[in-house]
C-alpha cells in the first residue's frame, strides 16, 4: 500500500504539469533535495513534457512556503496561459 502512494509508483509521460520545490539540500533532511531529483529525472525518462524542479537556496523546509509561494503562482499562471 505504501508503494501505491509514493510519487515514484506514479511517473508516466501524462501526468499533468509539475512543479516540485525544494529547499537547500544543504540544509534539508539528508536525501529529500535528491529524492526530488531522482522523481524530476524519472519524468523526463519517461517523456514527460512539462516537470520543473527548483531548489529554494539557503531555505530548509520549514522556511519555504514564503518564497515558494510566488513560484507557484507563476507556474499556474503558465499553465493557465497554455490552454
Given at each position: 500500500?505504501i508503494d501505491?502512494m509514493?510519487?515514484l509508483?506514479?511517473?508516466?509521460k501524462?501526468?499533468p ?12 533532511m ?6 526530488n531529483?531522482?522523481?524530476?529525472r ?7 513534457p ?5 531548489e529554494l537556496?539557503?531555505?530548509?523546509h520549514?522556511?519555504?512556503?514564503q518564497?515558494a509561494?510566488?513560484l ?8 493557465l496561459?497554455?490552454?
Amino acid at each position: 500500500m505504501i508503494d501505491d502512494m509514493a510519487p515514484l509508483f506514479h511517473v508516466r509521460k501524462d501526468c499533468p504539469p509539475l512543479l516540485l520545490v525544494t529547499g537547500d539540500r544543504k540544509l534539508e533532511m539528508l536525501g529529500r533535495y535528491e529524492e526530488n531529483a531522482y522523481l524530476w529525472r524519472m519524468m523526463q525518462v519517461v517523456g514527460h513534457p512539462d516537470t520543473t524542479i527548483m531548489e529554494l537556496d539557503g531555505y530548509n523546509h520549514g522556511q519555504m512556503a514564503q518564497p515558494a509561494h510566488p513560484l507557484l503562482l507563476r507556474f499556474i499562471q503558465r499553465i493557465l496561459k497554455a490552454e
